[in-house]
């Protein structure tokens, strides 16, 4: 397997709380993998962790085989490994296409090799133009973050990472809040930049809808990784089945 993403042994406690127990998993280039668990399962840590929000007590993240654990967070960025938040972290006092104007800056000058996904080319209005089209945004293109519906401003936050221009994508509990259908429409222009080359790496607690769109998942609980494999390995596992079903006491 092609790795764009290798994490070893990542680790992280809060006092007495082990909040990420020795958890090692790859992201193969170009795919859509999942990463699920209930709430409290220590997936946000995790990725907190992996972007160098929090640093770890032990552990590598390794992009494209270079070292992103000792990385302060803005160069993990501008090496090629963006995110999303559960909580919208758009720039409230700046328009949408401000936001995304904001990002290239801090996103830098690179461009990857390979990759094709919307508003990754062309000078920054032009960039600007393609990704505001391309998630339906344009009318809302001179509107504050706090006058946008929660459709919008999530369609913003993700416009605003692909801005940063990466490799890799994580996006953390992106469907939050969604119907199911505006969560399927979601994955559609998500699949769009994975056929452009954008690996990502779902984070979720909706099993559902992550086990109809991931081609991989990996299954977090308490802090340790619980389960991997394809979504129907993943479904049979009796380990995820006693979680999700609460057989487990």
Known sequence: MDAILQIENLSKRFGGVEAVKAVSFDVPRGGLVGLIGPNGAGKTT??????????PDTGTVMLDAKPMHNLPSFKVARAGLARTYQKNRLFFEESVAENLRTAMIWGGAAKHEGLRYPGLQGREEERTKELLDFFALTPQRDSLPSGLSHLHRRRAEVAQALALAPKLLMLDEPFAGFSRDEAFDLIEHLRA??????????IDHNMEVMMEVCEYLYVMHHGALLA????????????VINVYLGAET
């Open 46 to 55: 995790f990725v907190n962790l992996v972007t160098k929000h929090d640093s």
């Open 228 to 239: 991997a494999g394809t979504p129907n390995e993943v479904r049979a596992n009796q380990d």
């Open 193 to 202: 930049c994975q056929k452009g080359g954008l690996t990502m790496l779902l």
